[in-house]
């Protein structure tokens, strides 16, 4: 099925570092989603943007809908060892209302 | 934010029995529920779209008389995984629609993990 095209795949970063990852698309989406996911464990939610443009930030994340609403980045500022885990984009209200589709994920490794 | 819960959180059954998962939405009402299934390393798959008061919607390729979704209330869907084999193990996650700006954002339960011997 369709999927967005996430990137990067895996990052290794030293503790402290920023970070940045990007989901893009060929379809426009009037949703996009960010969410977290440790091992064993559901996505959480980390932000969510509802308008091309916006640009959000939950503490030390910010994310940003891409004006064409094809495009979506998420960064986090001076890493922690706890921001391990799998990072997942996702976009909704293209054809089929309300279902989610997701990026293939970012797998962040934190060194301490 | 809106939370989900799943349960069990896991469970191991012999191959030929059947295992039903609750998703519950606990602080909000969730006409629609979606069911997930994830594969090691791999992103999450949708199975289903399950709709408070009718019959589930199946994607493309998940047999409907395998994996039963019954959505009785506001805050429950269950899947259950009827005669299960090993082929079916793999971690469930159900998410559910909460309301907000576009009716779009979903939040996951935990997700129940399946093993099937």
């Known amino acids: 099925g369709q999927q967005l095209n996430q990137s990067p795949q895996s990052m290794f970063i030293q503790e402290g570092e920023d970070v940045s990852m990007n989901c893009t698309s060929s379809s426009i989406f009037n949703t996009w989603l960010w969410y977290k996911q440790d091992p064993g464990e559901g996505p959480v939610l980390l932000i969510a943007l509802y308008k091309a443009g916006e640009l959000t930030s939950n503490g030390r994340l910010t994310a940003q809908f891409g004006i064409t609403r094809k495009d979506s980045f998420l960064n986090i500022s001076a890493s922690i060892p706890s921001d391990v885990g799998i990072y997942f984009c996702?976009?909704?209200?293209?054809?089929?209302?309300?279902?989610?589709?997701f990026g293939q994920g970012t797998i962040l490794t934190v060194h301490p | 934010g809106a939370v989900v819960s799943q349960h069990p959180s896991w469970v191991i059954c012999k191959s030929g029995t059947s295992v039903k998962i609750e998703c519950r939405s606990l602080?909000?009402?969730?006409?629609?529920m979606f069911w997930y299934r994830q594969f090691p390393k791999q992103s999450l798959m949708l199975m289903a779209t399950?709709?408070?008061?009718?019959?589930?919607?199946?994607e493309q390729g998940v047999e409907k008389d395998k994996f039963l979704i019954n959505h009785a209330s506001l805050t429950l869907s269950t899947l259950t995984v009827t005669s299960a084999h090993p082929e079916d193990s793999s971690f469930y996650i159900c998410?559910?629609?909460?309301?907000?700006?576009?009716?779009?954002?979903?939040?996951f339960g935990p997700g129940t993990r399946l093993l099937v011997l």
């Open positions: 996702a976009a909704a209200g293209g054809t089929s209302y309300g279902k989610l589709t």
């Open positions: 399950s709709n408070e008061g009718s019959k589930a919607t199946y």
């Open positions: 998410s559910a629609i909460a309301p907000g700006p576009t009716q779009e954002t979903q939040y």
């Open positions: 602080d909000f009402q969730a006409t629609t």
